[in-house]
């Protein structure tokens, strides 16, 4: 059965029970940093995701962000609500659906000056499709898809 088929409740509820879920905080997180560490201001200025540096962070939310300088950290604290990701950097395809899922970093967008995230690839591909209707429905979901605690791995 391929994944077309499978109808989208059904598919978040194997999900679940398949692959686990895990307490989420405010931002999605990896080894305890937001964005896996990566410097958020790489996604808006061409250079794409780089690591950032441990000496070099900030609290935001409660969530460690990461820099590659002193200059991105300044950026970043600024107008951090601008250039933190939206829906807190959880995935944007799975807030449209309702449930927050987890991101991979090469799965990103800009789009009007906003940073979303995708579970993968393929994912984005297809929130690539109807980008503009998903983001509207995130929007709409996300004031209580942000209270949930699970996040699908």
Not at 14 to 27: C, N, P, R
Not at 78 to 104: D, I, R, V
């Amino acid at each position: 059965m391929i994944l077309e088929e499978i109808p989208r409740k059904l598919f978040v509820v194997l999900s679940f029970v398949f692959s686990g879920a895990v307490a989420a905080g405010d931002f999605f997180e990896r080894n305890g940093l937001a964005l896996g560490g990566i410097d958020p201001i790489t996604f808006f200025d061409g250079s794409g995701p780089r690591q950032g540096i441990p000496s070099i962070q900030a609290t935001f939310k409660g969530s460690i962000f990461l820099f590659t300088s002193e200059a991105h950290r300044e950026r970043f604290l600024a107008s951090p609500e601008k250039l933190s990701p939206q829906f807190n950097g959880f995935c944007a395809f799975g807030t449209a659906g309702e449930y927050k899922a987890k991101t991979e970093p090469e799965a990103y967008t800009v789009v009007d000056g906003q940073l979303y995230f995708n579970y993968d690839l393929g994912v984005q591909k297809k929130w690539r499709r109807d980008r503009d209707a998903l983001i509207k429905k995130a929007q709409l979901n996300w004031p209580s898809v942000m209270k949930t605690t699970r996040v699908y791995q």
